[in-house]
């Protein structure tokens, strides 16, 4: 089965902009604990996977993926990051297109 390949830039979102998002969503969960460790089991990242994936498109898409899934979470993360959720769900978007 092939898989859709993904767009890797938009001029909704591009690589920058997935990654300053995607600090945003680190940030949040950082400040949360128990919403870092429903991140982990959702995304099968371990902690010292995910220390070390910091900064890597895969863990910043993973993130995206993440709160554009669980609407309290991403309604909470941009209130308090001052993002706009249309801003945040049109990387989302831009970054999960098939070609």
């Given at each position: ?70 609407e309290p ?27």
């Amino acid at each position: 089965m092939r898989r859709p390949m993904r767009v890797k830039l938009s001029l909704m979102c591009e690589r920058n902009e997935t990654l300053v998002l995607a600090d945003a969503g680190i940030d949040y969960l950082a400040s949360d604990p128990g919403e870092l460790s429903l991140f982990l089991g959702a995304t099968g990242y371990d902690v010292q996977g995910f220390r070390d994936a910091l900064g890597s498109e895969e863990l910043a898409r993973a993130v995206l993926d993440y709160f554009a899934s669980n609407e309290p979470v991403l309604l909470a993360m941009c209130a308090n990051r001052g993002i706009s959720v249309a801003r945040f769900m049109g990387c989302w978007h831009a970054n999960n297109r098939t070609m």
